[in-house]
Structure formats: C-alpha cells, structure tokens
C-alpha cells in the first residue's frame, strides 16, 4: 500500500481510482485480515512466547500499531478496542447499541462491529452518539442532539429499491469514513476523541498516540507524493466495503437477519462461498461464520472446517485459500 500510495501521485484522478479498485482495495482488505489474525493470536507462532526475543504480545501490539499504516483511518483502534469484544458480545441487544457505544466509560467498545452494521441494517436500541449543544445556540436550555450518519443513512431505505438503498448505503459509509479523517485531525490536537467523552484516559491517550503517528505518515505521504496518495488510500480502505465491489458480498452478508427454514431459530453470522479464487481475494475473509465459530484459527485453515464438520456448514466445492 505504501509503493502504491507513492505511485498514485504521479497518476492521472482517474487512474488513481482505478489503482484503488485493484489492487489497492484488496491489499487494503489484506491488512485488516493480516492484522486481524494477528489480533486474534493467529499471526505469530503459538508454541512460544517470544518471537526474536520481543515478547509475543508485545510484538501484537507493535504489529497492530504500525502495520495499520500508511491509511487515512486506519484499522487499528477498531482491532485495538473493538473486535474482540464484538466476538464477546455479538447479538446482546443491552451491549450492542450505537447509544451505550458512545456513552460508555469502560476502555473497550461493548460490539465494535456496531459501527459498521448500522449503514446497513436496524439496531435495537438507542441511536448515539449524543451531544450537548451549547447553551448560546440554545437560548440558555439545555438541549441534547442525536448525531448518527449511519442511522441517517439507513433511514432512507426503502423496500424494492436495491439501487437507491446501496446508494444511500456508500454514500453514508463514505461520508462517515471521510468525517473519521477530519476527526483525526481533532485528535491530533486535542488529544481526546470526543465522540466517545465519557472513555478513560488511557482509551485516549492512545487514539492520540496512534492519530498522531498516522498523521505525520500522511503528511510524509502528502509531501512526497501529493493529494493523490492520499486518496488512493482513502478509495482503497473504502471501495471493498461498498457496491458494487466483489468483496462487499461478504462484508454485507456477514451478520445478517437470516433465519433457518428448518428450526425457525436466527442465523447471526454467514459466510460467503464463492470459489477458491474469491476466497484468495478477500483472504479468508469471506469463511466469517467458521470464524466466529473458531476465532483462533488462522485465515488459511477456516475453509477446512467445512471439510472437516460439513454438517455444520454449508456443502459445496473446495475453496479455501
């Protein structure tokens, strides 16, 4: 991503995005998969518990920080605070809201995934984040607002309309993901993230460190290689997440509302099967039920589990990676 954000300065806008569609979008997808592995305890060797000496999760940590960059919102404070507990609190309608991810005080998000299912399906719950506008725009009465781009998005769905509910979709998502840039730069400055006001110092203290070290790579980027770095990173953290990009199938899907025909009972969680080649494309990505089932299993061996329990998951060809 770093040689191809350099190579996009000196191309035309148009290729920039074509750059950014392939293979800028999949190397994108790519790290967060890498990543996520390594989160998960997949990435380095398990039989020890230091890796060159460095202690094991120490160099997790490391990996986690500095191979979320070059991007311009990066995955990092995702992995960081939210997906773990997301595996921990997937489908609790108490935990799993936009209002208490916002409001809570506990250093982790209570689903982190949250964040990402409300552009595209309807929570339970209070919407968030909630803000307090300031008494001069308000004659002197308090007053509190509910700000959701995601809950705004999605309310303009409508039955029947696939082409303007994914319009309303890409446009939200991309719009949330371009205010992430700008909030970054708050943080920067400020050292809080004030989405999230009522979160510990060290909660902060770490989306500072981390957006601090992100900017500097950016402007790095910006001087060497001019705006268009920049928006290929921006279109490659982006594109494979919205229509009609291949690998949206999976991240659409992935957590649905989907019920059984046999025992009636909810399907929360869906893979994507496609073919050895897609399954390369979105590097395991797309096996997320298998995943769910069994976290620490690393991205090359999800797809032998249906070999091994096919009872458990859907038949069908050989395609894993």
Not at 52 to 80: A, C, D, E, N, T
Not at 88 to 97: A, I, L, Q
Not at 220 to 231: H, K, P, Q, T, Y
Request: net charge positive; hydrophobic share 40%; glycine share 8%.
């Amino acid at each position: 991503l770093a040689a191809l954000s350099v190579l996009a300065g000196s191309l035309h806008p148009l290729q920039v995005i074509l750059l950014a569609i392939f293979p800028g979008s999949m190397f994108s997808l790519w790290q967060l998969q890498i990543l996520h592995d390594c989160l998960h305890g997949c990435f380095l060797d398990k039989s020890s518990s230091r890796v060159l000496g460095i202690r094991k999760r120490r160099l997790q940590r490391w990996i986690l920080f500095w191979g979320s960059m070059p991007s311009v919102f990066g995955y990092y404070l995702y992995l960081r605070f939210g997906h773990l507990t997301h595996h921990n609190h997937f489908g609790d309608p108490e935990k799993g809201t936009l209002a208490k991810l916002f409001d809570s005080d506990r250093k982790d998000f209570e689903d982190g995934d949250v964040l990402f299912v409300a552009h595209r399906m309807k929570l339970k719950g209070e919407v968030g984040p909630k803000f307090q506008l300031p008494p001069i725009f308000t004659g002197g009465i308090p007053r509190e607002v509910t700000m959701s781009i995601s809950k705004s998005g999605f309310s303009a769905w409508r039955d029947g309309s696939p082409l303007k509910n994914g319009f309303a979709f890409a446009s939200s998502f991309l719009f949330e993901r371009f205010m992430l840039v700008i909030n970054d730069c708050v943080v920067v400055i400020a050292g809080r993230n004030f989405f999230f006001p009522n979160k510990p110092k060290e909660f902060h203290d770490s989306c500072a460190v981390y957006c601090r070290c992100a900017v500097l790579v950016r402007l790095a980027l910006l001087a060497f290689a001019g705006w268009r770095s920049l928006l290929f990173l921006f279109l490659s953290e982006t594109l494979w997440s919205i229509p009609p990009h291949p690998a949206c199938a999976m991240f659409v899907t992935n957590h649905g509302s989907g019920v059984d025909e046999q025992t009636g009972t909810c399907i929360p969680s869906a893979s994507t099967y496609a073919g050895s080649w897609y399954s390369l494309f979105t590097l395991g990505t797309n096996y997320h039920c298998e995943h769910h089932d069994f976290p620490s299993i690393p991205l090359h061996k999800l797809g032998m589990l249906r070999e091994i329990a096919p009872e458990f998951y859907r038949a069908g060809k050989k395609d894993n990676i």
